[in-house]
């Protein structure tokens, strides 16, 4: 009987474990498993472990829709580790969601970088492909936290792991100077967060986002300038991920230095992931404050933007012009958070249902689904040519439509898709958090990110005039192979596809979104 009831307790805690944790101890299984196959087989090309890494993420694609529906088996099951896990994490669906598209993100770039390690990074491929396994398992745990020091240790081992990653490059003495401007740059923003932090544990007692909701639900916010001071240093280390303005001086020296593969990673995953984590952290945490942050992520909003589509202009290189464009886009996905009104949050919380004219965050969602495909891609397009003229320079991507014309209308579509030109998925995601905007009183805002977005088109369309009106600077033949070619299919796959049929897409977001506030009413 004993025995019987402990195979009952076993089954129990492992069905929580696997409610919380599953693809989080996948990732970290096959992050070590790569590292023991490459200490035991030094002989093993690398792109063999570069193939275990990108089955590992199609593996976790698999498994993410899985923790959820343990999720819902594990919340009948009254047991210790469910009530500790439950005060860190939270398997819910828009964790999910964001898990989704991380891996979604990662897969690209896994399968980016296989010819990049083979040629560059051949005697630390393992530990790149181990490393690459590592930082996803982190960020999952960023798109899932309801809890400052969970958070906190999440955003700093991705933070860490981010450094060595675009630093990696040992022969390259400007991926060096590249991780140590992110590190630096990173390293004050964290001393900026742990203040804050403080400060918020010292207004609410604790350190569990729903629990501070509920105190400033039930009225007990006290000093609002200093509580306001609070969330604005901890969105220094948020916004560092980001590359919101004024935390954005890393990004393009730290783009244009870093290993091409890492740049499209620090712009995708890692991006979207901060993205998840500053949205639940404003909403859950400070949901029913919002009219006292809202000013703040307005402006910060603004300036991000028209500082990356300004600074974006006079760029000669590449992977510059694709980080100030990425800076440019995370003021935009701002107007969302900048938006958000009471009946957002009621629909969050469960008690309202969606209305038609509810878009800033089921289109902040989709915004970021649709960066993740048409960001990624680019910088495929990206390691294509510098594969073949080993230059990032813009003025050699003149007559890339001749060369390559493959290649060239891929990067056509990916800039219409940011751009936000239908029926690309772009489009849509712009349109709804433009839109939601003007429907929640932010209509300066949705004006402004229209403004910024005509001025986009001048550095988007002077590479797709180089491309297509120039003639070649170079005869070298561009050169590609099954892999690049896959993942630049992926990516257009889900710039097209979603653009074409976005419904399902925001079914699943809205169904995402609903009730996450519902625990803390």
């Keep these: 009987m004993i025995s019987r009831k402990g195979s009952i307790k076993a089954m129990e805690a492992l069905t929580?474990?696997?409610?919380?944790l599953l693809p989080e101890l996948w990732l970290a299984f096959a992050g070590f498993a790569i590292l023991t196959i490459d200490f035991s087989l030094r002989r093993l090309p690398k792109r063999q472990l570069g193939y275990t890494a990108a089955t590992a993420m199609g593996i976790t694609a698999f498994l993410v829709p899985m923790q959820g529906w343990l999720a819902v088996t594990a919340q009948r099951i009254p047991s210790q580790l469910g009530q500790f896990l439950n005060f860190c994490l939270t398997p819910d669906l828009y964790a999910i969601y964001f898990k989704f598209v991380i891996v979604v993100g990662m897969l690209i770039v896994i399968l980016a970088s296989l010819d990049y390690v083979e040629r560059h990074l051949s005697e630390v491929?393992?530990?790149?492909?181990?490393l690459l396994?590592?930082?996803?398992?982190?960020?999952?745990?960023?798109?899932?936290?309801?809890?400052?020091?969970?958070?906190?240790?999440?955003?700093?081992?991705?933070?860490?792991?981010?450094?060595?990653?675009?630093?990696?490059?040992?022969?390259?003495?400007r991926s060096a100077e590249a991780g140590i401007k992110y590190f630096l740059t990173g390293a004050a923003a964290t001393a900026v967060t742990l203040y804050g932090m403080s400060l918020i544990y010292a207004f609410a007692g604790t350190t569990n986002l729903y629990a501070i909701l509920n105190k400033a639900a039930g009225g007990q916010t006290q000093q609002p300038a200093l509580l306001l001071a609070a969330i604005v240093m901890v969105l220094a280390s948020l916004g560092f991920k980001i590359a919101m303005v004024p935390f954005q001086a890393w990004a393009p020296d730290t783009y244009e230095g870093a290993p091409t593969p890492i740049t499209a990673f620090l712009a995708v995953a890692s991006k979207g992931a901060a993205l998840a984590l500053l949205a639940r952290f404003l909403l859950i945490g400070f949901g029913w404050n919002h009219v006292l942050w809202r000013p703040t992520i307005a402006l910060a909003s603004a300036v991000t933007m028209t500082v990356g589509n300004l600074f974006a202009i006079p760029q000669k290189n590449i992977k510059r012009l694709l980080a100030y464009s990425s800076i440019a886009h995370v003021g935009y996905m701002l107007v969302a958070l900048a938006s958000v009104g009471q009946h957002d949050l009621l629909v969050l919380a469960g008690r309202e249902a969606w209305r038609a004219t509810d878009m800033v965050l089921p289109g902040l969602l989709l915004y970021v689904l649709a960066y993740t495909f048409a960001t990624g891609g680019a910088f495929i397009v990206v390691l294509m040519v510098s594969h073949a003229i080993n230059s990032d320079n813009i003025d050699d991507y003149a007559g890339l439509a001749q060369r390559m014309p493959y290649a060239a209308w891929s990067l056509v579509i990916f800039f219409l898709s940011l751009i936000g030109v239908p029926p690309l998925v772009g489009f849509f995601g712009k349109a709804l958090v433009f839109a939601g905007a003007i429907y929640n009183n932010m209509g300066w805002l949705a004006l402004l990110g229209v403004l910024n977005s005509v001025v986009s088109l001048y550095y988007y369309f002077e590479v797709i005039r180089r491309m297509f009106f120039m003639p070649p600077r170079m005869e070298i033949p561009v050169k590609t192979t099954p892999n690049l070619e896959a993942a630049l299919l992926l990516a257009l796959a889900g710039t097209i596809i979603l653009g074409i049929l976005p419904g399902p897409a925001l079914e699943w977001i809205r169904d995402s979104l609903r009730g996450i506030l519902m625990i803390a009413m």
Excluded: D, K, Q, W
């Excluded at 491929?125 to 181990?130: I, K, L, T």
């Excluded at 899932?144 to 060595?164: C, D, K, N, P, Q």
């Design 16 to 20: 929580t474990l696997a409610a919380y």
């Design 133 to 173: 396994c590592f930082v996803t398992f982190s960020m999952f745990f960023m798109v899932s936290t309801i809890e400052l020091i969970t958070l906190f240790l999440a955003l700093e081992f991705t933070s860490i792991a981010s450094y060595v990653l675009a630093a990696f490059s040992r022969t390259n003495p």
């Design 125 to 130: 491929g393992g530990e790149f492909y181990a």
